[in-house]
Nanobody, 118 residues
Framework: QVQLVESGGGLVQAGGSLSLSCAAS????????MGWYRQAPGNQRELVAT???????NYADSVKGRFTISRDNAKNTVFLQMNSLKPEDTAVYYC????????????WGQGTQVTVSS
């Protein structure tokens, strides 16, 4: 059983900052990548940022230069620092963990609401 516990969402004015964290626990092995996705009302879930165990980062174009992803491999925890937030960043943010080798598995957190007011 794998559990992902997210924290750090909330309400912020445009231009402000928020930090998210996600701690993975349980029977979790061979973590390949950890990351964040988001889903706004009426939209599909989309990638925000991912980071591999080796530290390679990938960002959606819409957040490049504003968001920074990092992780603590020893604690299976991933962080997302969000700066210069915009109203269009408003969404439920989900933590994701990918594990495995030739056959991968994905685990999801329960989601945390981020609301950016204009």
């Amino acid at each position: 059983q794998v559990q992902l516990v997210e924290s750090g969402g909330g309400l912020v004015q445009a231009g402000g900052s928020l930090s998210l964290s996600c701690a993975a626990s349980g029977s979790i092995f061979n973590v390949n990548a950890m990351g964040w996705y988001r889903q706004a009302p009426g939209n599909q879930r989309e990638l925000v940022a991912t980071i591999t165990t080796g530290g390679t980062q990938n960002y959606a174009d819409s957040v490049k230069g504003r968001f920074t992803i990092s992780r603590d491999n020893a604690k299976n925890t991933v962080f997302l620092q969000m700066n210069s937030l915009k109203p269009e960043d408003t969404a439920v943010y989900y933590c994701n963990v990918e594990t495995g080798g030739s056959s991968t598995s994905h685990y999801w957190g329960q989601g945390t609401q981020v609301t950016v007011s204009s």
